[in-house]
């Protein structure tokens, strides 16, 4: 696990699973990218084309040195999806 972003409105959290290995076929990586809303309390898990979406998302922005305002706007698409409550452990 690895803290991509922390801000007031949000954390994103980069998780880098096990590879599952199917017969002949070659074990990828994978893993994905947690995004709590910390005002909802709401948390949504991205894996699969919506974590690579997400990322490219995410490097397009970066390159155009973006300010937290930005950046929050650009999560808050994602975080829509969110239905999981937050739970502490």
Do not use: C, W
Not at 9 to 37: C, H, K, M
Not at 51 to 59: H, P, S, T
């Amino acid at each position: 696990m690895l803290m991509l972003y922390n801000s007031d409105s949000f954390a994103v959290l980069q998780f880098d699973l096990p590879a599952v290995q199917d017969n002949d076929i070659q074990a990828q990586t994978r893993g994905g990218y947690e995004i709590v809303d910390k005002f909802a309390r709401k948390e949504i898990f991205l894996e699969g084309p919506l974590a690579q979406r997400f990322r490219e998302g995410v490097d397009r922005l970066v390159e155009t040195e973006p300010t937290e305002e930005a950046l929050d706007e650009f999560i808050a698409g994602y975080t829509q999806l969110a239905q999981q409550p937050v739970t502490l452990h």
